[in-house]
DNA sequence: TTAATAATTTAGACTAACCTAAAAAATGTT
DNA sequence: AACATTTTTTAGGTTAGTCTAAATTATTAA
């Protein structure tokens, strides 16, 4: 049985050899971790001897596919806690990923597909990030950057990239949420800012850096 | 912020002190945290620097107000997250211990009390065990042993005292739950069995060491 | 009231996860 | 190709929680 640091370890590879390029280099993992270099070798050394990632000196660390089912399933339970606390207790999107860094921990399999069951089986979390079945599976979902999408043409945003608690307390208060309609009116050259209208109702300004973070489909 | 090791310990050193007799003893402590002795006493040396307990070598440990306010808070949480198991998710009342012995060290104080309202305020979790409040005000019931009950006086279970999933899945088989009436019909000189009718409909045996973990009211 | 027994504490050691500082390897620059 | 810089690993140490074995204190029995 893993401990909660080697599932956090485990979590955060996935995310940078998702993010960023493979293999996942040791200051990355250890900036992730808000650790030291030195610990996350430590950590990776035991991580491969258990067979969850390989690893090679200096070269950095890969997945294992048992790593990876290991790494989504702490995905899946942290996306369907997360869920939990925003559908049945009425917890906003930005207070929820905290609390459910410590509930992705809890050990039981039954309770997670019994808590699946009783919230209908939700395909995306709070954030609009996809919850892996209990197989592992993850649907990638084939969305785009708000920055990078076309002027005048209407869009639905499907999912935050960063979910800081600011970004999201910001969104809330431009009425920006999940499946909420945009149009881009104008792309300010200077600095990379849209002008979008969010609904068809209000027009507002937001910064490249909102932009980029917001992942829309048509 | 307390460890979950140290949350545990207290808890155990609240539910000795209630059973048993003042102060808490170094090897009942271990006992009942299955550990040996001198972890115990490393323990209550730390818990002591803390002032949640005062203790004395060779004497025992007792709960300060702080120390006992503290475990009231864990078992607040342990019986209200047993209830959402079994009232939301389905659990059985022996399945619930060991997942809520996990998600009574789940960090956050706007969570348990949001799960309070979801759960409609319960005054009792599924085993008949009192919730403490937010305060940690903890009504204490006045039961009596189905062992010391008088004979042919109908009776009404309130709690288990032993918890064990042996013991809740035998009540479950001869269908004595919670809130089920009971009349002792006869009680057996030889061994301190008792005959029982369950519901004024069937009739049953079960014996002594059963009947003294029943907890019942008139 | 002394001796035997039981309970408790101390001593010393282990593991997981972390740290700082130093050494080694890889990478970049002239 | 040689040197300088960055990245990564190693060495050695800390803390929390655990253990076994030995020493100490308290309790019971002769
Ligand atoms: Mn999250
Ligand atoms: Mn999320
Ligand atoms: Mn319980
Ligand atoms: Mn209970």
Redesign the interface.
């Known amino acids: 049985m893993l401990s909660f640091t080697e599932e956090n370890y485990l979590k955060a590879i996935y995310h940078l050899s998702e993010a960023g390029t493979l293999p996942v280099l040791t200051n990355d993992l250890a900036d992730s971790m808000k650790t030291k270099a030195a610990s996350a070798t430590d950590m990776v050394k035991k991580l491969a001897a258990k067979k969850l990632i390989s690893y090679q000196k200096y070269y950095g660390a890969n997945l294992t596919s048992k790593g990876k089912s290991d790494a989504l399933m702490v995905i899946r339970k942290h996306r369907l806690w997360e869920t939990f ?1 925003v559908e ?4 906003t999107w930005d ?1 929820v990923h ?2 459910a860094e ?2 992705e921990h ?3 399999m ?2 997670i597909e ?2 699946d069951s ?1 919230l209908g089986f939700p395909k995306t979390d709070p954030h609009g990030h996809p919850i892996p079945d209990a197989l592992g599976k993850i649907k990638e979902m084939k969305q785009v950057h708000l920055s990078e999408f076309p002027v005048r043409k209407k869009c639905v945003v499907r999912a935050v990239k960063n979910g800081s608690p600011s970004f999201l307390q910001y969104l809330s208060k431009i009425g920006i949420r999940i499946g909420v309609m945009l149009n881009i009116v104008d792309k300010i050259d200077f600095d990379g800012s849209l002008e979008i209208s969010i609904d068809h109702k209000k027009k507002i300004f937001i910064s490249k850096e909102a932009a980029e973070n917001l992942l829309v489909t048509e």
């Open positions: 606390l049945k207790l009425g917890f207070e905290e609390v410590q509930l809890i050990q039981s039954t309770l019994k808590l009783f």
